[in-house]
């Protein structure tokens, strides 16, 4: 680990936060979102994860190979069949 920084606790709105210097930012490689997590009397700061990263890619060979269908049977009932209209 390097060394701390110590920085104090300033209000936001309602909320409260803290400032983070620019070179912490820079080594810890965090740009936008971020997951918060508490251990003990410690805050665990962390990028968030990209979400749904890849799936256009994954998608796209899916349809290459015909495996984009439906994997649920599909079951339809009487207000399916009557009374939905599109």
Not at 7 to 33: A, M
Not at 48 to 56: C, H, M, N, S, Y
Not at 57 to 73: I, P, T, W
């Amino acid at each position: 680990m390097g060394a701390a920084i110590r920085t104090r606790i300033v209000k936001i709105g309602n909320s409260q936060g803290v400032r983070i210097p620019k070179p912490l930012l820079e080594q810890s490689g965090i740009h936008t979102e971020v997951e918060i997590e508490v251990h003990g009397d410690r805050l665990i700061l962390r990028a968030a994860p990209k979400l749904r990263v890849g799936w256009d890619e994954a998608f796209a060979e899916m349809a290459e190979r015909n495996d984009d269908v439906l994997l649920d049977d599909v079951s339809i009932t009487d207000w399916d069949r009557v009374e939905w209209e599109w």
